[in-house]
C-alpha cells in the first residue's frame, strides 16, 4: 500500500514537470516569452571619435569672406595681333642671307634677311648718276663764276650755271632720299656714291623688339612684297590675346576694360591678369556664344598661344558668405555635399550644405552652415569613412 502511495506521488510529479515544460515551449511558440532587450540604436549621421582618431582631423571655424561675383568662360591663348608682324620685304627680290632662326629674341632694327633686289640696283645705279652730275654742274658753276670776275664769260652763263647745279642737287638727295627707303643708311649711301659701286642687297630690319614666330625664309627663295607666307614674322609676346567664348546669357555683364583672370592648365591656379579690350558684334549662330578678347600681361613669356585658358571676369560688386577651406567639403555617393560640425571637437555631425564656386581655396556655403560653426577640413573625407564604417556594422549586427 505504501508502496502504491510512492508510485502515484512520483508519477504526479513528474506530469507536473511535463505540463511546465509543455507550457513553456507553446508560450515561445506563441510569442509570448520576454524579448531580449534591444541594443542601442546606431546614429545614420554622427560618430564619435576616438583621441587616436582625432588626430587625423583638423577642426575650423566657419567664417565669413568676401567672394568675387565672376563669369566664367573657356578659350585660348594667342599671339596679340597689335604686337606681331608678318615681315616682307619691300621689293621683290631673291633672298640671299637669313640672319635669325624661328624662336631667336630680335631687337628693334635687328637684320632679319637681305635680298638681291633690281629694284634697289636701279635706285642705286640713279644715286651714282645724280652724284657725277651733281659733280660736274658744281665745278661747271665754279668756273663761270671765277671767269665773271675776268669778263671771260657773262652774267647769264653763271646764271645758267646755277640752275643747272641746284637741278643737279635736287636730283642728288632724291636719290639718296629713295635709298633711305630702302633702308639704307648715310654712311652706305657715302659708301655708294663715292665707290660708284653696286650691289643690291636689301636688308630687312625688325620693326620692334619680339621673338620670331615664324620663318619660312630660306637663300635662293623670291620674296614678293604681301604674298604669303611672309618670310618673317616677328611678335611681342610680352602680352597675349585671351579669346574666350562667352554664353549668350552673360552678355549683359560683360563690358568693355573690365578687369580679367586666366588660367590655364600648365601653370595649375596661377592668375594671369589682363582686361576685355573687345566683345564681337555676332554670336556663333550654332553655339550661340559670343567672342570676347582680352588683352593678358605675359612678362615672363609663360602663356604660349595655343594655350586653352578659363577666363573670369567679375560681374557684380563681391558679396560676403560664410566659407570653409575645400578640404572640409565631402561629396557623397548620391550627389549632396556635406559637412561635419561639431561642439566639442569630439562628436561629428554630417549636414547638407548648398556651395558656390570655390575661389582660392575656399567655398562659400550658400545654405546649411552659419558663422561660427566648428567644422572638420583636414580629415572630413576619414569622418565620412567611420561614420559609414559604423553604420555599415550596425547592419551587419542586425
Given amino acids: 500500500m505504501r508502496t502504491a502511495t510512492r508510485s502515484i506521488m512520483i508519477g504526479s510529479l513528474c506530469g507536473a514537470v511535463v505540463v511546465v515544460a509543455l507550457g513553456a515551449y507553446i508560450a515561445k ?5 520576454a524579448a531580449p532587450k534591444p541594443a542601442a540604436a546606431v546614429s545614420q549621421d554622427s560618430v564619435d571619435l576616438t ?40 621689293y621683290q627680290g631673291v633672298i640671299k642671307q637669313v640672319f635669325v632662326a624661328a624662336g631667336d629674341t630680335v631687337r628693334k632694327g635687328q637684320a632679319l634677311f637681305s635680298i638681291q633686289s633690281p ?62 627707303i630702302f633702308g639704307k643708311s648715310d654712311s652706305e649711301i657715302d659708301a655708294i656714291a663715292s665707290s660708284r659701286h653696286t650691289d643690291g642687297e636689301l636688308t630687312v630690319l625688325s620693326p620692334f623688339a619680339g621673338q620670331v614666330t615664324a620663318r619660312s625664309a630660306a637663300p635662293g627663295v623670291l620674296a614678293q612684297p604681301g604674298t604669303a607666307p611672309a618670310p618673317i614674322t616677328v611678335s611681342d609676346l610680352s602680352s597675349v ?51 570676347v578678347r582680352s588683352v593678358i600681361a605675359n612678362p615672363d613669356l609663360a602663356l604660349h598661344p595655343q594655350m586653352l585658358a578659363t577666363f573670369s571676369i567679375q560681374t557684380a560688386a563681391p558679396s560676403h558668405l560664410v566659407s570653409i577651406p575645400d578640404s572640409g567639403v565631402v561629396r557623397e555617393g548620391d550627389g549632396t555635399i ?22 582660392g581655396g575656399l567655398y562659400p556655403i550658400l545654405s546649411g552652415l552659419h558663422a561660427g560653426e566648428l567644422v572638420a577640413s583636414d580629415g572630413a573625407l576619414f569622418i565620412s569613412n567611420a561614420l559609414a564604417l559604423q553604420v555599415g556594422g550596425s547592419a551587419s549586427d542586425d
Avoid: C
Fill in 119 to 180: 629694284d634697289l640696283v636701279q635706285a642705286e645705279s640713279t644715286l651714282i648718276a645724280a652724284a657725277g652730275v651733281l659733280k660736274l654742274t658744281t665745278k661747271t658753276l665754279e668756273r663761270a663764276k671765277a671767269m665773271l670776275t675776268t669778263q671771260a664769260s657773262s652774267q647769264k652763263d653763271v646764271e645758267q650755271a646755277t640752275s643747272d647745279q641746284q637741278t643737279a642737287e635736287g636730283a642728288y638727295k632724291a636719290a639718296r632720299d629713295a635709298l633711305h
Fill in 338 to 359: 556635406t559637412v561635419f560640425v561639431t561642439k566639442d571637437q569630439h562628436h561629428f555631425t554630417r549636414r547638407v550644405v548648398q556651395l558656390g564656386a570655390e575661389q
Fill in 51 to 90: 583621441d587616436l582618431q582625432l588626430k587625423s582631423v583638423k577642426v575650423v571655424t566657419a567664417t565669413d569672406h568676401e567672394f568675387a561675383v565672376t563669369s566664367a568662360a573657356v578659350g585660348y591663348i594667342d599671339f596679340n595681333q597689335d604686337h606681331t608682324a608678318p615681315v616682307f620685304a619691300p
Fill in 241 to 291: 590675346w585671351m579669346v574666350a567664348n562667352v554664353t549668350e546669357s552673360d552678355i549683359p555683364k560683360l563690358r568693355l576694360g573690365e578687369p580679367v583672370a586666366v588660367t590655364v592648365d600648365a601653370w595649375g591656379d596661377r592668375q594671369f591678369k589682363g582686361t576685355v579690350t573687345n566683345i564681337a558684334a555676332a554670336l556663333d549662330p550654332v553655339a550661340h556664344r559670343v567672342a
Fill in 29 to 33: 511558440a506563441d510569442g509570448t516569452a
